[in-house]
């Protein structure tokens, strides 16, 4: 049996997973690192590589949940943070580091006249929609189903199909409006209302592209919101620097009013930014004349941290080439084209691997009729983000585990620059003998 298999060959995980479940609601501290029947335990990391706790080597495509656009453990970076922490890790105050982060982000993402760092992406949505509901003096944010902003009672509701909202308050889920991806039920919403602050998304689709949206939507949208004096919000907290390395919007050619970021800009530290038009982020300033009701307080003890800012400098001054994204979408395009290869080659119906760039995800549904290569459509929406059929979608994951592959949540990945020809073919290969273990098990 393939649980068996799993279970014997990473039995200190298994040991590992059995204290944690003690000492953690549910056994993790994520909820996206929830495996059945556990997680695998890592003891280090460097490159496209990290080694696990069983003496296992995986190729790994988390990539720090989409954080290590260069890989695990970048001399450049391990430098640069060793370096800093020898001269303190949090003085209270600022610094040349943050400025130089600041300028950096100023150069690459569009309309970032401003920035405020926070410590992390949902702090830099939660700010975002503050910020929106500020200067429009109106109280509605409007969001996609599916897309995902954070966990924070502020743009929790529709993140999720079916979520009960437990915990949150009515006024909370009441001033959140979930709309489809549908420009036409956007356009009516914007013209019938005028209670709408902002419009937020994940501008390549939720979930960072597992439910893509069509291709002009982006900028179709800029100019509905424009013509309706409506914010626009994009998320590019997993997008930035990643799809471009001005992010998605400035590979659409629009400029968002506000841009959420983090991952990737702090260098796989704990950081985050929202960045955007200087008459809007001027509201945090400690101006008087701006007077209690019109401006807006943040504070943030991590805010701008010398080793977030040290890593993410020397992140952005590499990314700012242009050539780290490239390579990472290079190999991204790479990987699904002979994932998709493995899955022709085996007529498996309902099967396929699609992304953006050096963002992939593999779907699995005998009861879809998608080929490989395609984006699912007309599937509902939690099918889409659990792979597919759950069973198929978690056996597969322990296969490739126990092949040497880990994707994020066992169907998704982010590759990276580190990420080189041979470890693009191994995972192929890999995809192949886990299809193989599938079949044996009967699954297939």
Same mark, same amino acid.
């Given at each position: 049996?393939?649980?068996?298999?799993?279970?014997?060959? %990473?039995?200190?995980?298994?040991?590992?997973?059995?204290?944690?479940?003690?000492?953690?609601?549910?056994?993790?501290?994520?909820?996206?690192?929830?495996?059945?029947?556990?997680?695998?335990?890592?003891?280090?990391?460097?490159?496209?590589?990290?080694?696990?706790?069983?003496?296992?080597?995986?190729?790994?495509?988390?990539?720090?949940?989409?954080?290590?656009?260069?890989?695990?453990?970048?001399?450049?970076?391990?430098?640069?943070?060793?370096?800093?922490?020898?001269?303190? @890790?949090?003085?209270?105050?600022?610094?040349?580091?943050?400025?130089?982060?600041?300028?950096?982000?100023?150069?690459?993402?569009?309309?970032?006249?401003?920035?405020?760092?926070?410590? +992390?992406?949902?702090?830099?949505?939660?700010?975002?929609?503050?910020?929106?509901?500020?200067?429009?003096?109106?109280?509605?944010?409007?969001?996609?189903?599916?897309? %995902?902003?954070?966990?924070?009672?502020?743009?929790?509701?529709?993140?999720? *199909?079916?979520?009960?909202?437990?915990?949150?308050? *009515?006024?909370?889920?009441?001033?959140?409006? @979930?709309?489809?991806?549908?420009?036409?039920?956007?356009?009516?919403?914007?013209?019938?209302?005028?209670?709408?602050?902002?419009?937020?998304?994940?501008?390549?689709?939720?979930?960072?592209?597992?439910?893509?949206?069509?291709?002009?939507?982006?900028?179709?949208?800029?100019?509905?919101?424009?013509?309706?004096?409506?914010?626009?919000?994009? =998320?590019?907290?997993? @997008?930035? %620097?990643?799809?471009?390395?001005?992010?998605?919007?400035?590979?659409?050619?629009?400029?968002?009013?506000?841009?959420?970021?983090?991952?990737?800009?702090?260098?796989?530290?704990?950081?985050?930014?929202?960045?955007?038009?200087?008459?809007?982020?001027?509201?945090?300033?400690?101006?008087?004349?701006?007077?209690?009701?019109?401006?807006?307080?943040?504070?943030?003890?991590?805010?701008?941290?010398?080793?977030?800012?040290?890593?993410?400098?020397?992140?952005?001054?590499?990314?700012? +080439?242009?050539?780290?994204?490239?390579?990472? +979408?290079?190999?991204?395009?790479?990987?699904?084209?002979?994932?998709?290869?493995?899955?022709?080659?085996?007529?498996?119906?309902?099967?396929?691997?699609?992304? =953006?760039? +050096?963002? %992939?995800?593999?779907?699995?549904?005998?009861?879809?009729?998608?080929?490989?290569?395609?984006?699912?459509?007309?599937?509902?929406?939690?099918?889409?983000?659990?792979?597919?059929?759950?069973?198929?979608?978690?056996?597969?994951?322990?296969?490739?585990?126990?092949?040497?592959?880990?994707?994020?949540?066992?169907?998704?990945?982010?590759?990276?620059?580190?990420?080189?020809?041979?470890?693009?073919?191994?995972?192929?290969?890999?995809?192949?003998?886990?299809?193989?273990?599938?079949?044996?098990?009967?699954?297939?």
């Amino acid at each position: 049996m393939l649980e068996t298999r799993y279970r014997e060959r %990473f039995a200190r995980s298994a040991a590992l997973a059995a204290e944690a479940a003690q000492r953690f609601p549910g056994g993790v501290t994520h909820d996206g690192r929830t495996a059945v029947p556990f997680p695998l335990y890592i003891e280090r990391a460097a490159g496209p590589y990290k080694w696990g706790v069983d003496d296992n080597r995986m190729i790994d495509y988390w990539c720090g949940h989409g954080a290590l656009l260069l890989g695990h453990a970048h001399p450049a970076v391990t430098a640069a943070v060793a370096e800093q922490l020898a001269r303190g @890790t949090h003085y209270g105050a600022g610094h040349a580091l943050e400025l130089r982060w600041a300028e950096l982000v100023q150069q690459l993402v569009p309309g970032a006249e401003r920035v405020r760092f926070t410590a +992390s992406g949902t702090e830099a949505t939660m700010l975002a929609i503050r910020l929106a509901r500020a200067a429009t003096g109106r109280a509605t944010i409007v969001r996609f189903a599916g897309h %995902f902003h954070g966990w924070h009672d502020g743009l929790a509701p529709g993140a999720d *199909p079916d979520d009960p909202h437990a915990g949150l308050l *009515p006024s909370h889920v009441g001033h959140v409006l @979930t709309l489809p991806a549908d420009l036409a039920v956007v356009a009516d919403t914007l013209a019938t209302r005028d209670d709408i602050a902002a419009v937020i998304l994940e501008p390549t689709g939720a979930a960072y592209g597992v439910v893509p949206l069509p291709d002009g939507f982006l900028p179709a949208l800029r100019s509905l919101t424009r013509d309706h004096d409506t914010l626009l919000i994009c =998320d590019e907290v997993v @997008t930035g %620097f990643r799809i471009s390395p001005g992010g998605a919007q400035a590979r659409a050619g629009i400029t968002a009013d506000l841009t959420c970021l983090a991952k990737i800009l702090a260098g796989g530290l704990p950081g985050g930014a929202i960045v955007g038009r200087a008459d809007l982020l001027e509201r945090l300033a400690a101006d008087p004349q701006q007077g209690r009701n019109g401006r807006i307080r943040h504070q943030g003890t991590y805010n701008a941290n010398p080793l977030s800012a040290a890593a993410g400098v020397t992140v952005l001054e590499l990314v700012a +080439s242009g050539e780290p994204t490239t390579v990472a +979408s290079t190999s991204g395009a790479a990987l699904r084209a002979m994932l998709n290869d493995v899955l022709s080659a085996h007529k498996l119906r309902g099967w396929t691997a699609y992304g =953006d760039e +050096s963002i %992939f995800h593999l779907f699995a549904d005998p009861q879809s009729a998608v080929e490989p290569g395609q984006a699912p459509v007309d599937v509902p929406l939690a099918r889409l983000k659990s792979g597919g059929d759950p069973k198929l979608a978690n056996a597969l994951r322990l296969a490739l585990q126990l092949n040497g592959i880990d994707l994020m949540r066992g169907r998704s990945g982010f590759v990276s620059a580190a990420h080189g020809p041979d470890e693009i073919a191994g995972t192929a290969e890999a995809l192949d003998d886990a299809i193989g273990m599938l079949q044996a098990e009967g699954m297939l």
